[in-house]
């Protein structure tokens, strides 16, 4: 994140800036606020300008303008709103992410604006200012580590600074509010979009270990604990292990707690660290191994959270656990007819090795109930069900508890990312009972895949504590670009929706 964004008080409309950047509303007929003074000042030209190229204030659609002089900046970047009464804090992050990516088209190191969108549909200095943060700092995410000759491009011709030039002190509080807020949300995710783009021969088990001591060395009030095979081993985490017997890399399980002063409840985020899963001994078919380095999402939300954790200083104590290992199908990997018992005791018939997140999860979630949580919410890249289920933008949420399902479908509302409620159908709840086993980590039934795992996760909460499951599989991670903030490749989802959930408890 080399951009910096940042608000001022001052006038825009005198503003000395490379680009100048002014909103419109679709269909007004006269231009207003900045944008009409900016056009007074240039004698009308840019109405002119407008109508004879068609401009309309589409949402998202953009006109330049050289003002040879005649104002402080340079240029000017009219861009469409779209609809007043349609806009939200995701146009708010969608319109930031276009202008950020044509300041850097045309190579314009420093850009100001007003907060955008505030002040309709009840959008306050506070929120506009962290949708844009949002949007522009996501917006112009690059994983570029092996692409030298991107890297180099982004560094001379990216764009540099975004100042928010606003008149009234009053929305300049609020506005730094959001901005210091937005700006954490989009460091987090930032952290979950590197590691999931990182190749799974360096996001290894071990990776996940280090990247989750540094946290805990850089934030104040983490700490974490790691067990290697032997404890875990020790701690009776046989189904983890299972799927780590097949793989090279060592398995790690993660455990980090943040743990402020005064905090009355606490929250267990338990994230899926398969960091490549092959299918196992039942191996997956080409195409569908493509993007598994993807498959520690879940984790990788979790720690993108902790990153920002005593920063965003949520008033509540939060566990994050990461059962870490790949699904391998090396010479001791688990085998189909296997049987192994988790740590809460159940025991668990192996029908399918590539239904692997289940196994460890139950070892996580096991491992979360006994630090006594208010709420577990686990989050997992878990089925190709889902997927179908909802495309590749929507997570599903089942969840034991309406209450927090509510919570954190508001979260998500607020942050923008897509979710919805499946039930835990207990009509389904037969459908991974085993005739040897407690449990089978697949259905008997080839229909409501995404459900059947949630319910088989469910063996491994207690009742009595609110649990909901997230499945990414979907949302995870993008294989085509679909949202001006959110690239190819991993996409950091669930980080910021988390994130407002504990600042909201
Ligand atoms: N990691 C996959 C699920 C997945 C699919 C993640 C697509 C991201 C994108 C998971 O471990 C898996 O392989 N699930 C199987 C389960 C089946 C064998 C019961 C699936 O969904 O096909
Ligand atoms: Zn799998
Ligand atoms: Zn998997």
Not at 20 to 38: P, Q, R
Not at 68 to 84: F, P
Not at 330 to 343: E, F, I, L, Q
């Amino acid at each position: 994140m080399v951009m910096n964004i940042t608000i001022q008080k001052g006038d825009i409309t005198t503003f000395a800036t490379d680009m100048l950047v002014l909103s419109v509303f679709e269909n007004t007929k006269t231009l207003g606020g900045a944008a009409g003074i900016v056009d007074k000042t240039l004698a009308g030209l840019l109405a002119k300008e407008m109508k004879v190229v068609g401009f309309s204030g589409k949402e998202g659609s953009l006109l330049i303008f050289h003002t040879h002089g005649k104002i402080a900046a340079s240029r000017v970047l009219l861009i469409g709103l779209g609809e007043q009464t349609q806009c939200s804090l995701e146009t708010i992050r969608k319109v930031s992410a276009i202008v950020e990516k044509k300041a850097e088209d045309l190579h314009q190191r420093r850009i100001a604006s007003v907060l955008l969108g505030v002040g309709v549909q009840g959008i306050t200095a506070k929120d506009a200012a962290r949708a844009m943060a949002e949007g522009a700092l996501l917006g112009s995410y690059q994983y570029d580590k092996y692409h030298d000759e991107k890297a180099k491009k982004k560094a001379e011709h990216g764009l540099e600074e975004w100042t928010i030039v606003e008149k009234l002190a009053a929305q300049i509080r609020g506005g730094e509010q959001g901005l210091a807020e937005g700006i954490l949300g989009a460091r987090g995710t930032v952290l979950a979009r590197d590691l999931v783009n990182e190749p799974a021969s360096v996001a290894t088990p071990w990776h996940l270990v280090e990247h989750a001591k540094r946290i805990a060395g850089e934030q104040k009030n983490v700490s974490v604990e790691i067990f290697d095979r032997e404890e875990a081993q020790k701690r009776g985490m046989e189904a983890f292990l299972a799927v780590a017997a097949g793989a090279t890399e060592e398995p790690y399980f993660i455990h980090l707690t943040y743990k402020p002063k005064g905090a009355k409840r606490r929250v267990a985020l338990v994230g899926k660290g398969i960091t490549f899963d092959s299918g196992g001994l039942q191996i997956k078919p080409d195409n569908h191994m493509a993007t598994m380095k993807c498959d520690m999402a879940g984790a990788a939300a979790v720690l993108g959270v902790f990153s920002v954790i005593s920063e965003v200083a949520p008033n509540v104590e939060v566990h994050g656990i990461i059962a870490a290992t790949e699904n391998m199908p090396g010479k001791s990997a688990y085998k189909p007819g296997d049987v192994v018992r988790a740590m809460n005791g159940k025991t668990i018939e192996i029908g399918h090795t590539d239904a692997e997140g289940r196994v460890t999860l139950a070892d996580a979630l096991s491992f979360a109930v006994t630090k006594k949580p208010d709420v577990i919410i686990d989050l997992a890249t878990l089925t190709g069900a889902c997927v179908a289920a909802l495309g590749e933008d929507i997570a599903g949420i089942m969840c034991n508890n309406p209450k927090l399902c509510t919570r954190l479908l508001a979260a998500a509302s607020e942050s923008g990312e897509r979710l919805w409620e499946l039930p835990l159908a207990p009509e389904y709840a037969s459908l991974v009972k085993s005739d040897i086993a407690d449990l089978k980590n697949i259905s008997s039934s080839r229909y409501g895949g995404a459900i059947t795992a949630g319910l088989f996760l469910q063996n491994f909460v207690d009742a009595t504590i609110p649990w909901a499951h997230m499945d990414i599989a979907g949302p995870a991670f993008a294989e085509r670009e679909s949202i001006p903030y959110i690239q190819r490749g991993g996409t950091g989802y669930a980080v910021r929706m988390l994130l407002q959930y504990l600042k909201s408890i």
